[in-house]
Nanobody, 113 residues
Framework: VQLQASGGGSVQAGGSLTLSCAVS???????????VGWYRQAPGKQREFVAD???????NYADFVEGRFTISRDNARKRVFLRLNNLKPEDTGVYFC?????WGQGTQVTVSS
């Protein structure tokens, strides 16, 4: 399994981004039933959970999301998305997608005040 995250960038506070993660070499008939998630790591801090989408259709979010982010998935294309709205400077960091204990290389999100 390989994961490729993209969609990061630099925005001002209040802006939006959509992150995408392509999960390659995953078996399509299995992908839909398993959890995919997003984590982030700010400079000098530990990696932290942001959101995930389970195979049963449940979505979980970290408390700091406060309704600003939405995770979604396209099982046919084996992709997972993270829509980031109303971004804050403290959302700055590298965002990683994860699936089956595998991690992508991350995509940088920078939010300026």
């Amino acid at each position: 399994v390989q994961l490729q995250a993209s969609g990061g960038g630099s925005v001002q506070a209040g802006g939006s981004l959509t992150l995408s993660c392509a999960v390659s070499r995953a078996i399509s008939s299995v992908f839909w039933g398993l959890t995919v998630g997003w984590y982030r790591q700010a400079p000098g801090k530990q990696r932290e959970f942001v959101a995930d989408s389970t195979g049963s259709g449940t979505e979980n979010y970290a408390d700091f999301v406060e309704g600003r982010f939405t995770i979604s998935r396209d099982n046919a294309r084996k992709r997972v998305f993270l829509r980031l709205n109303n971004l804050k400077p403290e959302d700055t960091g590298v965002y990683f997608c994860t699936y089956e204990s595998q991690w992508g290389q991350g995509t940088q999100v920078t939010v300026s005040s």
